[in-house]
């Protein structure tokens, strides 16, 4: 009898020790989860802030540029000549070069991209596909001064050789090598939209007699169209910010023409020259910098918020 | 000729899986064949063979012979015997356009006729049991149907093109009891002019709708007879063990 009262008096006294075991155990975890949550979002915040930080510089950089020159002749003249006397502060020229790199980029990633975009995924076997695309995917690791070496040390030969005329430094070149950069964008993430397209719609059409040519035109291309404009706007938006290949091979000209064969200047080109000469700093020839950057900022940031939309808008809903 | 199909010695594999063995079967004109049997038996691979949808899978291959109306299919283009084959699968897969769009999709394929789609698009639908309630609105999204309109629209689709033969995959597999009758008295209607090819989980379905029926296990076919006797008097052991509902 007296060793069974001991025994019950024992139990509920272990139970309430490794009750507290239990909790200390708990709390400890909790505590745990907690850091680390705060950690993560430190790191988080840290993108964020330096995000934040550089777009404020920008707009107080740009702000103090505009007490010294007009809103107006920055946005609508057409001399861009800060560095000489008579200085003119007119981006047009600017804006017009990085137009036209863009411009002629698109005219050769899109349809090259698309249609290669529509062969991995509709016509390459397995095999073929896991081959090219890691390939394609390549091209865009490539660092893009590599780019700019091949576009003066061999497009700009060629083109010389049709064009005897064209510029040592030329917007042509510029377009072809930033188009070829922006490629593998275009058709990898096309292709990721047309892959993504299911499968039972490709059945439906085979079914009724279609080619493989129809299916990719008519059914899979229209059902993956929003991921494919996205990709092309992302493309874009990446050849308006590209800086080293067109600083090597556009030329450092900047110049309302829109012929190809000329040398040029891009906005992030005259960045990189200021950045890179003998600009005093705090001077309002290196201020321009940043209104220029400005312009920059806000011309891609409207193609990724486009971008965005177009994907959401046009998402076709399957099944 | 009665024999819309006729398959002779038809061996499937998908890479090294044999997945058909030695099926001979015969498909009568205007009758509706029904392929019964547990997952997995090889019915769906076998329609899929029909119209050569199997082709597009890589790693498939076939051995044996297929005539369609006494032609062996080997010497068809996939794309003209497809014409010829209309296939509804198991999950209604109408295309993200509207419902005109989608029956329009076919005929246009085939170069017909800009004047005369919109007569095909109202026959076709008129076929599948649509029309009435679309009608008023061909330029919605297809998208927006309920589940058992939206296998209409896909057989309707398939009529289209004007296929001598449907292949109907599962057809209500996906759909309420009430859609899934529609579709079973379509099926009916459809015999008059076509000849039907049904893989069906749904016993009831078969004995319903069915001329003939052919019980597939394990790749072979075990069965094939007058679907009242098959499903009345099975000659074989396994077949009333599935119809009995003793496996699968």
């Known amino acids: 009898m007296d060793r069974l009262r001991i025994q019950r008096g024992h139990i509920p006294y272990l139970s309430e020790f490794f009750h507290s075991i239990k909790l200390d155990r708990l709390r400890m975890q909790r505590i745990r989860e907690l850091a680390i949550e705060k950690a993560l979002f430190l790191c988080a915040l840290v993108s964020v802030l330096t995000t934040i930080g550089i777009v404020l510089v920008l707009i107080f950089e740009t702000l103090s540029f505009f007490e010294e020159v007009p809103i107006l002749e920055f946005l609508t003249g057409t001399t861009w000549a800060p560095t000489y006397r008579p200085q003119h502060f007119g981006v047009l020229p600017l804006i017009n070069g990085t137009i036209m790199i863009a411009a002629g980029a698109a005219v050769i990633a899109i349809p090259l991209g698309i249609a290669s975009s529509v062969y991995l995924s509709e016509y390459a076997s397995a095999k073929v596909r896991q081959t090219v695309k890691p390939v394609l995917e390549i091209l865009a690791g490539i660092p893009t001064v590599v780019y700019g070496y091949f576009a003066i040390s061999f497009i700009t030969p060629l083109i010389r050789e049709f064009i005897p005329d064209a510029n040592i430094f030329n917007a042509a070149s510029a377009s072809i090598v930033v188009g070829i950069m922006i490629l593998p964008m275009v058709s990898s993430l096309s292709e990721d939209a047309m892959r993504s397209v299911p499968r039972s719609l490709r059945e439906g059409a085979y079914a009724l007699g279609s080619t493989r040519f129809d299916v990719s035109t008519k059914i899979v291309v229209p059902a993956a169209l929003s991921g494919i404009l996205a990709s092309f706007v992302l493309a874009i938006s990446r050849a308006v910010g590209e800086t080293m290949a067109v600083t090597l091979a556009a030329g450092a000209t900047p110049k309302m023409t829109l012929n190809f064969f000329e040398s040029i200047q891009t906005m992030t080109a005259y960045i990189v020259q200021v950045s890179l000469g003998d600009t005093p700093h705090g001077s309002i020839e290196y201020q321009t910098i940043f209104a220029v950057g400005m312009v920059l900022f806000i011309m891609t940031l409207l193609m990724n918020i486009v971008s965005m939309w177009i994907k959401e808008r046009y998402r076709e809903v399957y099944s | ?248």
Not at chain 2, 5 to 23: D, E, F, P, R, V
Not at chain 2, 63 to 89: W, Y
Not at chain 2, 170 to 182: G, Q, T, V
């Open chain 2, 1 to 248: 000729m009665t024999e819309a199909i006729h398959t002779t010695n038809l061996n499937a594999w998908y890479g090294k899986t044999h997945a058909l063995k030695n099926i001979d079967m015969t498909v009568e004109n205007n009758k509706i064949t029904a392929i019964i049997g547990p997952s997995g038996c090889g019915k769906s691979t076998f329609i899929r063979c029909l119209n050569r949808m199997n082709d597009l899978i890589d790693g498939f291959s076939t051995e044996g012979e297929i005539l369609i109306r006494g032609k062996d299919i080997k010497d068809t283009d996939p794309v003209a015997l497809r014409k010829k084959i209309g296939m509804v699968f198991q999950k209604p897969n109408p295309f993200p356009k509207s419902i005109y769009e989608n029956i329009a999709y076919g005929p246009r394929i085939h170069g017909i006729n800009k004047r005369e789609l919109d007569s095909i698009v109202e026959s076709s639908l008129k076929k599948a049991a649509l029309w009435n309630e679309v009608k008023d609105r061909l330029n919605d999204n297809a998208m927006e149907l309920s589940g058992g309109q939206q296998q209409r629209l896909c057989i309707a689709r398939a009529l289209a093109v004007g296929p001598e033969i449907i292949l109907f995959d599962e057809p209500c597999s996906a759909l309420d009891p009430i859609s899934a009758s529609k579709i079973e008295d379509l099926m009916i209607d459809l015999k008059e002019k076509y000849t039907i090819v049904i893989v069906t989980h749904n016993m009831q379905q078969a004995a319903r709708v069915s001329d003939s029926t052919a019980f597939f296990l394990m790749g072979e076919m075990i069965e094939f007879g007058d679907t009242k006797q098959i499903f009345k008097k099975p000659r074989e052991k396994s077949t009333e063990d599935y119809i009995t509902g003793r496996f699968g």
